[in-house]
């Protein structure tokens, strides 16, 4: 297969990644993680469990749940 094929066959599928161009790279941004700040939380035993037994990042999957609610409040503040 040729670039020009494969690139076709691509585009064509819809569950394949977008391809990644120039216009793509351009319109990128890098989005720098936020520091993180060690704390001590008193969490419901199956709640901790549930997700260290879910994920070995679990402390990573807590802080995407406790970030989705915040988000969820900010914007349901601003409305």
């Not at 161009?21 to 993180?36: G, V």
């Not at 915040?70 to 349901?76: A, F, N, P, Y």
């Given at each position: 297969m040729t ?41 419901d035993?199956?709640?901790l469990d549930?997700?260290?037994t879910?994920?070995?990042r ?8 406790l970030?989705s ?8 503040a601003r409305?």
């Open positions: 670039d020009a094929d494969v690139e076709v066959a691509i585009r064509s599928d819809p569950d394949a990644a977008p391809v990644l161009d120039q216009q793509w790279f351009d319109a990128a941004e890098i989005i720098e993680p936020s520091s993180k700040a060690a704390i001590s939380i008193r969490l035993k199956d709640v549930f997700f260290r879910n994920s070995e679990y402390q990573t999957k807590i802080n995407a749940v970030r609610y915040m988000q969820h409040e900010l914007r349901k409305k």
